[in-house]
């Protein structure tokens, strides 16, 4: 009913789905859960403007809505229940975290009357989740949900993009309150300062082995990527991705370096150590992009340029020549038409040439070429095609030996999170249904929320996911054989065949044991337009795309 001033009177329940569709979001992952039955109330009224994505897990449900905020960089939503629901989906705002996703997670909250009393599936979230997320709060006034709702949105886009985690109390949700909804506040983004853009190109100019690297993710729209490599394309310089980040630069480009990140090419990386400029554009130049630290002296005795939109991120760890404190949109857009007479075409085709040295396939034992299976593969898939990938040593092979086009996606974990891979794939086919989706993992991580899958058939959305079954923990397998060769201890694995898992569902299955089966196998899983899995059963003893377990033995004896 109305109040005096006119407006009518809703639950918190009900604000929270009014604040959600206020903010823009287009889906809720979520595994329903007593501790807010108000708010699936309120999005079953707003079902027509907010899509409800039932989800098998709660971790799965974050990947999912983390996808989505990598695809689109607004805020993935996603909502859980209390004390266990929140545990579980931790891992997904750890991962938000660490590849600056803009994400908001709402979670389920007991009684406030109940706090501190240790009831059932009682948490305190703040304490949880504050080292995990860019912030942690709780509403507990019904009243304050467009204020507080609003605020989240805002935090989890602005600067380094990253997760929120709310949580709302049990009773609150059921109050019925006054209030008006808040829309979605227009921020100008920060703008690179007057000299800074200036003192870049001196420093190139002056440069004679320059070197880019592109990180960031969800920070860059698409006009931005396409505005970054046209100044790097006109300038001749080569470009590098920091790890997981193959979709913001054409791999097919001669400017194309490689990725920087675990496992990344012995070449590259040498070639990093020869720069006499770095430009990291968006990347925090952490540990995997750093080699664990020990690229770079931390002092600054290579000149770096670093442009990120939080300045407490910019010298974090090695001191930079210049920082950039700007949105690397803007800041792509102002340097776009920028030209600088440098001459380091020699520089960039010796950069290149160790890149399409690492892409040769080798020849590797036994019928099936994985790495020329997947450069058959990438040749028949659409341009627009959506890649996602779990973590483990099976990630590599795609990473190292596949070149993305500049309208195919790479959604991947740069915490490492296994168990991503298959939400990811899910997420993202919910958020484009009309886009190939193409979903890499491992037997192991597979085995963690490949459950998931069952969200796609229930959501009418087909995914394709290649599992890599080599039957082991294989990135562990292969330190253990670095440090204890021949010691195989917790690292096997048995497994079902997949291609019959899928078939339970109603899905489609194939199994690839050959070189020349996998884009065979491809074409009939795409063509059936059902959620598929192919799996591709990989000779264990390549335990990596460049050793066995052989040679890794016989190095630990050396």
Same mark, same amino acid.
Not at 322 to 328: N, P
Not at 395 to 404: G, I, K, Q, S
């Given at each position: 009913?109305?109040?005096?001033?006119?407006?009518?009177?809703?639950?918190?329940?009900?604000?929270?789905?009014?604040?959600?569709?206020?903010?823009?979001?287009?889906?809720?992952?979520?595994?329903?859960?007593?501790?807010?039955?108000?708010?699936?109330?309120?999005?079953?009224?707003?079902?027509?403007?907010?899509?409800?994505?039932?989800?098998?897990?709660?971790?799965?449900?974050?990947?999912?809505?983390?996808?989505?905020?990598?695809?689109?960089?607004?805020?993935?939503?996603?909502?859980?229940?209390?004390?266990?629901?929140?545990?579980?989906?931790?891992?997904?705002?750890?991962?938000?975290?660490?590849?600056?996703?803009?994400?908001?997670?709402?979670?389920?909250?007991?009684?406030?009357?109940?706090?501190?009393?240790?009831?059932?599936?009682?948490?305190?979230?703040?304490?949880?989740?504050?080292?995990?997320?860019?912030?942690?709060?709780?509403?507990?006034?019904?009243?304050?949900?467009?204020?507080?709702?609003?605020?989240?949105?805002?935090?989890?886009?602005?600067?380094?993009?990253?997760?929120?985690?709310?949580?709302?109390?049990?009773?609150?949700?059921?109050?019925?309150?006054?209030?008006?909804?808040?829309?979605?506040?227009?921020?100008?983004?920060?703008?690179?300062?007057?000299?800074?853009?200036?003192?870049?190109?001196?420093?190139?100019?002056?440069?004679?082995?320059?070197?880019?690297?592109?990180?960031?993710?969800?920070?860059?729209?698409?006009?931005?990527?396409?505005?970054?490599?046209?100044?790097?394309?006109?300038?001749?310089?080569?470009?590098?991705?920091?790890?997981?980040?193959?979709?913001?630069?054409?791999?097919?480009?001669?400017?194309?370096?490689?990725?920087?990140?675990?496992?990344?090419?012995?070449?590259?990386?040498?070639?990093?150590?020869?720069?006499?400029?770095?430009?990291?554009?968006?990347?925090?130049?952490?540990?995997?992009?750093?080699?664990?630290?020990?690229?770079?002296?931390?002092?600054?005795?290579?000149?770096?340029?670093?442009?990120?939109?939080?300045?407490?991120?910019?010298?974090?760890?090695?001191?930079?020549?210049?920082?950039?404190?700007?949105?690397?949109?803007?800041?792509?857009?102002?340097?776009?038409?920028?030209?600088?007479?440098?001459?380091?075409?020699?520089?960039?085709?010796?950069?290149?040439?160790?890149?399409?040295?690492?892409?040769?396939?080798?020849?590797?034992?036994?019928?099936?070429?994985?790495?020329?299976?997947?450069?058959?593969?990438?040749?028949?898939?659409?341009?627009?095609?959506?890649?996602?990938?779990?973590?483990?040593?099976?990630?590599?092979?795609?990473?190292?030996?596949?070149?993305?086009?500049?309208?195919?996606?790479?959604? =991947?974990?740069?915490?490492? /999170?296994?168990?991503?891979? %298959? +939400? *990811?794939?899910?997420? !993202? @086919?919910?958020?484009?249904?009309?886009?190939?989706?193409?979903?890499?993992?491992?037997?192991?991580?597979?085995?963690?929320?490949?459950?998931?899958?069952?969200?796609?058939?229930?959501?009418?959305?087909?995914?394709?996911?290649?599992?890599?079954?080599?039957?082991?923990?294989?990135?562990?397998?292969?330190?253990?054989?670095?440090?204890?060769?021949?010691?195989?201890?917790?690292?096997?694995?048995?497994?079902?065949?997949?291609?019959?898992?899928?078939?339970?569902?109603?899905?489609? =299955?194939?199994?690839?044991? /050959?070189?020349?089966?996998? %884009? +065979? *196998?491809?074409?009939? !899983? @795409?063509?059936?337009?059902?959620?598929?899995?192919?799996?591709?059963?990989?000779?264990?003893?390549?335990?990596?795309?460049?050793?066995?377990?052989?040679?890794?033995?016989?190095?630990?004896?050396?």
């Amino acid at each position: 009913m109305p109040d005096g001033a006119g407006m009518v009177k809703r639950t918190g329940g009900q604000l929270l789905a009014d604040a959600l569709v206020a903010q823009g979001a287009s889906h809720v992952f979520a595994v329903p859960g007593e501790s807010y039955l108000d708010l699936l109330d309120g999005l079953y009224a707003r079902r027509n403007e907010i899509q409800l994505i039932t989800c098998r897990f709660e971790a799965g449900a974050v990947h999912m809505a983390e996808a989505v905020g990598k695809m689109t960089g607004k805020p993935g939503v996603a909502a859980v229940t209390r004390g266990p629901g929140a545990c579980h989906a931790s891992i997904g705002v750890h991962v938000a975290m660490q590849d600056s996703t803009p994400l908001v997670l709402l979670v389920g909250q007991i009684p406030i009357e109940e706090t501190d009393r240790e009831t059932f599936q009682e948490v305190d979230y703040r304490r949880m989740f504050s080292p995990l997320a860019k912030w942690v709060t709780q509403i507990d006034d019904a009243k304050r949900i467009p204020e507080i709702m609003a605020h989240a949105f805002d935090v989890a886009v602005s600067g380094r993009p990253g997760p929120v985690v709310v949580a709302i109390s049990e009773e609150m949700q059921k109050d019925a309150v006054s209030v008006p909804d808040l829309g979605i506040a227009r921020v100008l983004p920060p703008h690179p300062a007057p000299e800074s853009i200036p003192a870049m190109l001196e420093m190139l100019k002056k440069a004679q082995r320059p070197l880019a690297i592109l990180g960031g993710g969800a920070m860059w729209s698409e006009e931005g990527r396409a505005d970054i490599a046209a100044f790097l394309q006109a300038n001749d310089i080569p470009t590098a991705v920091s790890f997981r980040r193959q979709g913001l630069f054409d791999g097919t480009s001669p400017l194309f370096a490689g990725d920087l990140g675990v496992g990344a090419d012995a070449g590259l990386v040498q070639k990093a150590k020869e720069a006499d400029l770095l430009l990291a554009f968006g990347t925090r130049m952490g540990e995997p992009v750093s080699q664990g630290y020990t690229l770079l002296d931390m002092a600054g005795r290579t000149p770096i340029v670093q442009v990120y939109p939080d300045q407490a991120e910019i010298g974090r760890v090695y001191r930079v020549a210049l920082g950039i404190t700007a949105d690397v949109n803007r800041f792509a857009r102002a340097i776009r038409d920028e030209r600088v007479a440098g001459n380091w075409s020699e520089w960039r085709q010796s950069v290149r040439a160790a890149r399409e040295a690492q892409a040769q396939a080798p020849e590797y034992e036994g019928p099936l070429n994985l790495a020329r299976a997947l450069q058959a593969l990438e040749q028949v898939l659409p341009d627009d095609t959506i890649f996602t990938t779990d973590a483990g040593n099976f990630a590599t092979w795609p990473t190292r030996f596949m070149h993305l086009k500049p309208k195919q996606e790479f959604l =991947g974990p740069t915490n490492g /999170a296994m168990g991503y891979g %298959v +939400p *990811a794939a899910i997420g !993202a @086919a919910v958020a484009y249904p009309n886009r190939q989706v193409i979903g890499f993992v491992g037997d192991g991580g597979f085995m963690m929320t490949g459950q998931e899958i069952a969200t796609a058939f229930h959501h009418k959305v087909a995914p394709i996911i290649m599992v890599f079954n080599n039957g082991m923990y294989g990135t562990i397998r292969m330190y253990q054989e670095r440090v204890y060769p021949g010691r195989v201890s917790g690292t096997e694995l048995t497994n079902p065949d997949f291609a019959r898992f899928i078939e339970a569902f109603g899905g489609h =299955g194939e199994v690839v044991e /050959a070189t020349d089966e996998l %884009v +065979p *196998a491809y074409k009939r !899983a @795409a063509a059936s337009g059902k959620p598929a899995i192919i799996e591709v059963r990989m000779n264990p003893e390549q335990v990596t795309n460049r050793a066995t377990i052989a040679d890794l033995r016989a190095q630990a004896k050396k």
